[in-house]
């Protein structure tokens, strides 16, 4: 828990891309995960295509936990809603752990998941 809290309060931004689809990713969060109580009140996320197009993935609502809600983002037509997205982090016991994932669970809903070594896994969330 406490490398993850260190980490979240440290990190003002986190960069997914895919080698792939040459899609990136991109979270960004203020000081102290976004505000000076680390709830990350500042935070919101963007998508780029290989075009350099981009979608507004939303901006900071809630924290719980280890997981950042955000909505709030571009308007998304398949839902009619706006687009929400989530930034989970977790913590790992693998040393060369540090990694992203980046997933669409729906048309409307993302989700950056930011995998970080902790030397006791049993201590973070």
């Known amino acids: 828990q406490d490398a993850i809290e260190n980490y979240i309060a440290t990190t ?17 969060s203020y000081g102290e995960g976004g505000s000076s109580d680390g709830t990350g009140q500042y935070s919101y996320m963007y998508y780029f295509d290989r ?23 571009d308007y998304c037509e398949e839902e009619d809603r706006s687009i929400s997205s989530k930034v989970i982090v977790e913590g790992t016991t693998d040393f060369g752990g540090n990694r992203t994932y980046f997933s669409q669970s ?3 809903s993302y989700e950056l998941k930011v995998v970080i070594f902790c030397e006791d896994s049993t201590k973070v969330w």
């Open 106 to 108: 729906s048309p409307c």
């Open 51 to 73: 075009y350099g197009n981009y979608k507004f993935l939303g901006y900071y609502q809630e924290r719980d936990e280890n997981t950042f809600i955000l909505d709030g983002g």
């Open 12 to 28: 003002t931004w986190v960069n997914h891309y895919n080698n792939t689809t040459y899609e990136s990713v991109y979270w960004y």
